[in-house]
C-alpha cells in the first residue's frame, strides 16, 4: 500500500451518492437473474466487481462498521484514520487475484463454554470479499429459499422464530407434534469446496473464491492447508454456507402457495422447515415422519461433505420443547382450548442465566463509579436482551429478572456506601412514590441528570411481523414493502431516538443509507451548539457515527 498514488479524499466522499449507485446496480443484478438472463447477469456482476462505489462501500464496512474492524489478520494491519482508509481504497484497484492469504485462527466462547475457531482474514482480502458479496449475493436472492433467514438482508432470527410459531400453532398446523432439531457437525469446517464451487458456476470471480477458500489459516504461526469448509470470520463465508445449503425445501418436497386474496404465502405440505444458517427445524405430524426426514438429509448433506452431529440432532416432541435460537419452543396445556394445547414461545433457561451472567460481569465493572455511568453501562445491555427476547411470551421472565435487578442495584449501593444507612440510600438512589408512582424501588441516576436504569418490564411485547415468503430488498419492484417495513423496526429505538427516526422515515440524512444498518447512531445538532444550536427536535438529527465523524471532520 506505501506506494499507492492516493486520490480519494475519504472526508469527502458523498455516501448519498456511494449507497445509489450499489444498490441500483444489486437490483440491475435482481432483475436480470428474475428474468433469466444469465448473460447480462454476469455483464452486471463483472460492473460491480469494478464499481468504484462498491470498493468505497467495502471499505466503510470492514474498517468502520464491522465488529472485527480493529481485529487485524495474519498481516497484522489495521486502518483507522480517514487518510488510511483513502489509500486503502485505491490500493484494492492493484488487487492481485492470486495473493489470497491464510486466515488468522481464533478461538471464542460459545454459550455452551466451549470454544469455535474462527477465521479472521486480512483487511484487503476482507474488503474485496464484500466487493464479491455485492455481486453474488442479488443473484442467489432470486433462488433462495422462503425458509432461509440466516444471514440474509432484510432477514433475521425474529422472522425464523416467528415461523416456526406460525408453522407449529393452532388449527390443521397443530397436527405438526414432532421435530427434528438438527445441528450439522462443523458446518462451516466441512463443506465441500468441490460441491461449493460448481454450484457457482461460472460467476466472474470464481476463481477469487477458490483463492480464499484454499488459503487455509495460521494457527499458533504455523499454516495449515485445508481441502473443505469456509472459514467462519469471513465476510463472505456466511453466503457460501447459504449457497451450499440451497435446496433443502426441495429435498423434503416441501411446497408453497401464494393466497393472492390475503397477501400471503401458506404451506402446502405437511412439514415445516426453518433454516437459520447452520441450524434448522424440521416440524412433521409423526415421529415416523421425521426419521423419514432425517434419513433425507443424511444423503443430501452428504454430497455437500457435511453430516449431522449425532449426539446434538434430535427427534423430540413439542410437548417436551426445544430450544432455537435463544427461545424455548414448547407446546403447553390448557383448559378451554379445542386442542387443549397452545405454542408458547418463550427466554429459554439458558439465555436467561447467561444474561444474569453477564450482568453480573458488568455490575463488578462499575463497581466504586457513579449511578450515571452504571446506567450509562447497563442499559444497552439490559435494552437489547428485552428488545431480542420482546417477541416472545416474555412478560414474566422480564418481572422475574427485574425483581432481580433491584437486589443487585441494592448490593450495588450498600458497597458503594457502607457507612449510611437504608433508608439514606432509599432516598439517594430510589424512587420513594414520585414520578412512578409504586415503582419505588427503580435506581435512579442524580437528580440533575434525570436518567435512570431501564426496566425490562417497560419493554412492551410485541409480535414480530414475518418477513413475507421469498421477499427480498434487492427486488425493485418492492420497494414500498421493505420501506414501510423498516419504519417499524424503528420501534425498538429509545423514545428520543425513535422520534427522529420517524420523522426521518428511517434513513440517514447524511448518506441515504437505512439507520438501521448496524452502525452506531449518534445525534448531530443542524445548528451546533458551539454557535447557539439547541437541543430541541428541530434542530437534530439521528444519524451514523461515522457520518457524523464527517459532517464534523469537514466543519473543522
Not at 438482508?153 to 432439531?181: F, Q, T, W
Not at 394445547?341 to 447467561?354: D, G, H, N, T, Y
Request: glycine share 8%.
Amino acid at each position: 500500500m506505501s506506494n499507492v498514488t492516493t486520490d480519494t479524499d475519504w472526508s469527502a466522499v458523498d455516501w448519498q451518492k456511494v449507497n445509489k449507485t450499489v444498490t441500483n446496480l444489486r437490483q440491475r443484478i435482481y432483475r436480470a437473474a428474475k428474468q433469466g438472463d444469465l448473460k447480462k447477469v454476469r455483464s452486471l456482476q463483472r460492473l460491480m466487481l469494478r464499481s468504484y462505489s462498491s470498493r468505497l462501500q467495502a471499505v466503510r464496512r470492514v474498517t468502520q462498521i464491522n465488529a472485527g474492524k480493529n481485529t487485524p489478520g495474519v498481516d497484522k494491519l489495521t486502518i483507522k484514520t480517514p487518510e488510511a482508509r483513502g489509500k486503502f481504497a485505491d490500493s484494492l484497484k492493484e488487487y492481485e487475484v492470486w495473493k489470497a492469504q491464510p486466515v488468522r485462527r481464533v478461538y471464542i466462547p460459545k454459550a455452551n463454554g466451549k470454544k469455535r475457531p474462527l477465521g479472521i482474514p486480512v483487511m484487503t482480502d476482507r474488503a474485496i470479499q464484500a466487493m464479491v458479496k455485492n455481486a453474488l449475493e442479488p443473484y442467489w436472492e432470486t433462488k433462495f429459499e422462503g425458509s432461509s433467514y440466516g444471514f440474509r438482508p432484510g432477514r433475521g432470527c425474529h422472522d425464523a422464530i416467528e415461523a416456526i410459531y406460525n408453522s407449529a400453532r393452532g388449527d390443521a398446523r397443530s397436527r405438526r407434534k414432532y421435530v427434528l432439531d438438527a445441528d450439522i457437525k462443523g458446518a462451516f469446517d466441512n463443506i465441500s469446496h468441490e460441491y461449493l464451487l460448481k454450484t457457482i458456476g461460472n460467476f466472474p470471480a470464481r476463481e477469487l473464491i477458490k483463492q480464499w477458500l484454499k488459503a487455509g489459516y495460521v494457527e499458533f504461526g504455523e499454516l495449515h492447508l485445508v481441502n473443505s469448509g469456509t472459514p467462519q470470520g469471513g465476510v463472505i463465508s456466511p453466503l457460501l454456507a447459504n449457497v451450499a445449503l440451497h435446496g433443502m425445501e426441495e429435498a423434503l418436497n416441501i411446497k408453497w402457495r401464494y393466497r393472492r386474496d390475503r397477501d400471503v404465502f401458506e404451506l402446502k405440505s405437511r412439514r415445516a422447515l426453518v433454516r437459520y444458517a447452520d441450524d434448522f427445524v424440521v416440524f412433521t405430524e409423526t415421529e415416523e415422519d421425521a426419521e423419514e426426514c432425517r434419513r433425507i438429509l443424511t444423503g443430501w448433506l452428504a454430497e455437500r461433505g457435511l453430516q449431522f452431529s449425532e449426539e446434538k440432532a434430535q427427534i423430540v416432541s413439542l410437548n417436551d420443547g426445544f430450544n432455537f435460537l435463544g427461545f424455548n419452543i414448547r407446546r403447553y396445556e390448557v383448559k378451554d382450548r379445542r386442542s387443549n394445547r397452545k405454542l408458547l414461545i418463550k427466554p429459554s433457561k439458558e439465555s436467561v442465566q447467561q444474561y444474569r451472567d453477564n450482568l453480573k460481569a458488568e455490575w463488578k465493572k462499575v463497581l466504586g463509579h457513579d449511578v450515571g455511568r452504571v446506567i450509562k453501562v447497563l442499559n444497552p445491555k439490559i435494552r437489547g436482551w428485552g428488545n431480542y427476547f420482546r417477541i416472545g411470551v416474555s412478560a414474566e421472565v422480564f418481572y422475574n429478572l427485574d425483581r432481580w435487578m433491584v437486589g443487585r442495584c441494592l448490593r450495588w449501593a450498600r458497597r458503594t456506601h457502607p457507612t449510611k444507612s437504608l433508608n439514606w440510600i432509599r432516598r439517594k438512589y430510589f424512587n420513594v412514590g414520585f414520578e412512578h408512582g409504586n415503582k419505588s424501588w427503580r435506581l435512579l441516576r442524580a437528580k440533575e441528570h434525570g436518567g435512570e436504569l431501564l426496566e425490562l418490564g417497560s419493554i412492551k411485547i410485541q409480535r414480530h411481523v414475518m418477513v413475507k415468503g421469498t421477499h427480498s430488498p434487492d427486488n425493485p419492484e418492492l420497494r414500498d414493502y421493505w420501506r414501510t417495513r423498516r419504519s417499524k423496526e424503528i420501534k425498538a429505538l429509545p423514545k428520543g431516538k425513535r422520534t427522529l427516526a420517524t420523522r426521518q422515515q428511517g434513513k440517514c440524512p447524511l448518506c441515504g443509507d437505512w439507520l438501521l444498518n448496524h452502525e452506531e447512531l449518534h445525534i448531530h445538532h443542524i445548528v451546533p451548539r458551539s454557535k447557539g444550536g439547541n437541543n430541541k427536535y428541530d434542530n437534530l438529527e439521528l444519524v451514523h457515527l461515522y457520518c457524523h465523524q464527517q459532517v464534523h471532520s469537514k466543519m473543522a
